[in-house]
């Protein structure tokens, strides 16, 4: 356990510290990219911690993730608790550190912290955090528990920036508890974070058991298998 808990710190650590770190030096002026960069900052840091941890903690990196492996009984609930407190001591380091190297530059944009823009209700937000959520753990179920695509952490860094492009500047798109943490800790305004908790959460797990419910049953496969032509015996000489 050990080993997997310090994965977990070390996976979610550089999801925020490259992450933030791209919208610090996106909205300076020092990096040009924009959302694209932001979305990028983000992406990559999951796809290289999902190859470099994923063998060693299964790379959650996100207590929804973690909750929603909980709530489909793949995950112990003492474990979990342990997951989730070390991707939150990630998330609070990551940030720490950030304060010292970004220090110009993330005063600027409030640490990075995920808040609604003004125009977007809590319950808007709430809808876009589900959704997208909804899709990262849609993909992270199909395409990494149930098919293991060697392409996963590919397709899941995707998924990342897609939910950043499509909705960063209205909710920050935490698709991540913890990613919301380390910012809203050190800016020190919770307001509306418990949209970035609930959000996530209801959307991991609704993705999880969508992932589950669309899995074919062994009966449905043999059928399908039975129906498919046979090249030896359905060709016409």
């Known amino acids: 356990m050990p080993r997997r808990l ?59 993730v973690t909750i929603a492996f909980f709530m489909t009984r793949r995950f112990a609930l003492p474990d979990a608790a342990l997951y989730i407190l070390a991707q939150l001591a990630g998330s609070a380091t990551a940030t720490a550190l950030l304060t010292l190297t970004h220090a110009s530059s993330l005063a600027q944009v409030g640490f990075g912290a995920t808040l609604l823009a003004t125009g977007v209700s809590p319950l808007a937000g709430l809808a876009i955090e589900i959704v997208l959520t909804f899709f990262l753990a849609l993909v992270i179920f199909r395409v990494a528990v149930r098919e293991q695509n060697p392409l996963a952490g590919v397709l899941i860094g995707l998924t990342v920036m897609m939910g950043i492009s499509a909705a960063g500047p209205l909710t920050g798109v935490a698709l991540n508890p913890a990613r919301a943490f380390g910012p809203a800790l050190f800016l020190g305004d919770w307001r509306n974070h418990w949209v970035m908790w609930l959000g996530p959460v209801i959307g991991a797990a609704l993705g999880a058991f969508a992932a589950d419910a669309l899995q074919p049953k062994p009966l449905e496969i043999e059928t399908v298998a039975t129906e498919l032509p046979n090249p030896r015996t359905d060709v016409n000489v």
């Open 6 to 64: 310090l994965a977990e710190f070390i996976g979610t650590f550089a999801i925020v510290y490259c992450g933030v770190g791209a919208i610090a030096l996106t909205s300076s002026g020092l990096l040009n990219g924009g959302l694209v960069g932001v979305a990028f900052g983000h992406g990559f840091a999951v796809m290289g911690m999902i190859y470099a941890l994923g063998a060693v903690s299964g790379a959650h990196f996100n207590p929804a």
